[in-house]
């Protein structure tokens, strides 16, 4: 069952890297706004494409969290950072630098050392009451804490870190919300499923999460936010997995490799993020480039 969760989580990782990076192709020839961008968007096929690859990385995302652990499905995203480098790169007619190469390399490593070291097992699909309510608690008062210091005014590359950090530790609730859920909707059928309040818990923080990541992409550098955004969610969903779902981790010695593999993730993800900025930020077309000169 911990194969088909990590087979489903890393379909997942890619489709939504497939959704992502469509959808920006999309958004990048769009010269409209507001509720104009979303009625050109519907027309183009790359818009299609990229919703088609978000619903299916849902769906499997679903699939996979039925069939494993939190620590272990959420963790396996990370891969999304570069299967969007691999997917973005041809779509935006760019060339990824040699140097990303490294930090695909330091991600996809990097995880599986983590993942064999810590060797995530066990758990429920369910969990008490009473662990959820200072989970949601503590959930929610992070990304407060998070928000609150991003205002305006701040500097952009704090504000987007800051902003990304709110929406990951929203994914990972988000996730094991939908974890829950998807356990009623197994174990009971859709009835079960629509009268559980996961159901609608992980459609708002779902939402809550989307909109803050859309700020963070907004309020600074990508290579601000996306080291947040993909660290915060692995991490805040392993401590989500433990406590709430009574998932189990590798400890002793085992936390000497699980420790490097992190800290190659680190490394990967941060190199990678400068290269999707490098290739997704669009050049000034050249028209442009004379009416501000």
Not at 54 to 68: D, E, K, R, T, W
């Amino acid at each position: 069952m911990i194969e088909l969760a990590a087979v489903f989580a890393v379909a997942g990782a890619a489709s939504n890297a497939v959704g992502t990076a469509f959808q920006r192709k999309a958004a990048s020839t769009s010269s409209h706004g507001g509720l104009r961008l979303l009625a050109d968007l519907v027309r183009r096929p790359f818009w299609v494409i990229g919703m088609a690859g978000v619903i299916c990385a849902a769906l499997f995302q679903s699939l996979a969290l039925v069939n494993g652990p939190l620590a272990l499905v959420q963790p396996l995203f990370i891969l999304e950072l570069p299967f969007a480098l691999l997917v973005a790169a041809p779509l935006m007619h760019r060339r990824l630098p040699p140097w990303g190469w490294w930090g695909v390399g330091g991600c996809v490593a990097g995880l599986a050392v983590l993942l064999v070291a810590a060797a995530p097992h066990g758990g429920t699909a369910h969990a008490p009451l009473a662990r959820w309510i200072p989970a949601l608690c503590l959930c929610v008062g992070l990304m407060a804490a998070a928000v609150l210091p991003a205002g305006r005014g701040r500097p952009p590359a704090r504000r987007a870190a800051l902003l990304a950090a709110a929406s990951a530790t929203g994914n990972a609730l988000t996730a094991a919300l939908l974890k829950s859920a998807s356990g009623t909707f197994a174990d009971d059928g859709f009835a079960a499923f629509l009268r559980s309040w996961q159901t609608y818990g992980f459609a708002l923080a779902g939402v809550a999460s989307v909109l803050l990541l859309e700020n963070a992409l907004q309020a600074g550098p990508l290579a601000a936010a996306q080291p947040a955004l993909t660290i915060g969610d692995a991490v805040v969903s392993l401590s989500l997995g433990i406590t709430l779902f009574d998932e189990r981790i590798r400890t002793g010695w085992w936390l000497v490799p699980e420790a490097c593999g992190a800290l190659l993730i680190v490394g990967g993800v941060l190199v990678l993020s400068r290269a999707v900025q490098r290739i997704t930020v669009l050049p000034v077309p050249a028209e442009e480039q004379h009416s501000t000169a």
